[in-house]
């Protein structure tokens, strides 16, 4: 765990820990040199199991993760931010799992999102599977920071740490090299809570984090054999939902096609993901841009038809949809 001013959050996140249900873990926080109550509420807790770090100057999350991951001993890692929480099996569940797959390199889980108060508001799914959750990478993170579990010896024979030069998405950016160096899964079980917070990301803060977004889809896209121009890229965030600049997409929606059709024949050329996967992923990640531009059903049936033709796709990945569909709740 990373710490810093999470005064109001910390006792829930590290009750969570103390609560798992598998006991033969320990606590590694750095504290990167918290200005409110954080050391504190750190020094109170007596648990032998907690080992306490502190930044003597303010160093960023990514700096502050790695140096977490350096200090701990465990055969697995598992990461918690510091103002989410965890179900009290999610260890346990976790490394069972990972003691009956030993090809597995990490593990994340279904999660809940909550409000500011813990509150469960929405119940998040993502794709299941190895290649599946590579494809999904392409365009989105499909791992949510907390619910991950990791072999140390993976990201110790792969030298995977966080790039420290991203102040933001740093995870995404973790996930973006991880996925395609080992298997990585995910357990269909609620067993993750990650708080959504009022002005948790600023208007100057969303900017910088697109920003480093679009350096870890060139960076993917690159692995591809891409070299992404302007208009390459933009495509690329338009599909995947982080559009930087304002498109009328009902003027421009062909531009995204021919973009989906390139990434398709470019893999093609050049296989970093299985065919059918990356069609799949392809004509679900379309059929959302167009269902979020309100393209109507008539136009999205004859845009969908016209890709599966292009790709070309004998397959039928729409059942995936329920599979992956989140749902909102209220929690009494």
Not at 116 to 133: C, D, E, H, S, T
Not at 169 to 182: I, M, N, Q
Not at 258 to 279: G, H, S, T
Not at 303 to 315: D, I, R
Request: proline share 4%; net charge positive.
């Amino acid at each position: 765990m990373a710490a810093y001013n999470a005064q109001d959050y910390l006792d829930t996140a590290l009750n969570s820990v103390f609560a798992q249900s598998f006991k033969d873990y320990e606590v590694v926080v750095v504290d990167d040199a918290s200005s409110d109550k954080t050391p504190h509420i750190l020094a109170a807790c007596q648990d032998p199991r907690l080992k306490v770090f502190r930044n003597e100057t303010r160093s960023g999350a990514a700096f502050s993760r790695n140096r977490a991951i350096n200090e701990a001993s465990g055969r697995y890692v598992a990461i918690l931010d510091a103002d989410d929480f965890w179900a009290p099996e999610k260890l346990e569940e976790q490394v069972g799992f990972m003691e009956k797959h030993p090809s597995a390199a990490g593990l994340g889980t279904y999660v809940y999102e909550t409000d500011q108060a813990g509150r469960r508001n929405k119940a998040v799914r993502f794709p299941l599977y190895p290649g599946q959750i590579r494809c999904s990478t392409l365009f989105r993170c499909s791992l949510v920071h907390s619910s991950v579990m990791m072999r140390r010896s993976f990201l110790d024979e792969h030298n995977i740490r966080y790039n420290e030069s991203f102040s933001f998405s740093h995870d995404y950016e973790l996930w973006s090299r991880a996925v395609f160096a080992g298997n990585f899964y995910l357990l269909p079980r609620y067993l993750t809570y990650y708080r959504r917070r009022p002005g948790q990301i600023s208007s100057e803060n969303s900017a910088a984090q697109n920003r480093h977004a679009s350096r870890v889809y060139c960076s993917m896209l690159q692995k591809m054999g891409f070299q992404p121009q302007d208009e390459e890229l933009s495509a690329h965030l338009r599909l995947s939902g982080l559009a930087i600049e304002t498109v009328d997409e009902q003027e421009h929606y062909r531009d995204i096609m021919l973009w989906c059709i390139a990434l398709y024949k470019k893999n093609e050329m050049n296989p970093v993901f299985r065919p059918y996967l990356l069609a799949n992923e392809i004509l679900l990640r379309f059929l959302k841009y167009c269902t979020v531009n309100s393209f109507g059903p008539i136009k999205t049936l004859r845009f969908m038809t016209s890709l599966h033709w292009n790709l070309p796709s004998l397959f039928f990945p729409y059942l995936q949809l329920f599979q992956r569909m989140s749902r909102k709740i209220k929690d009494v």
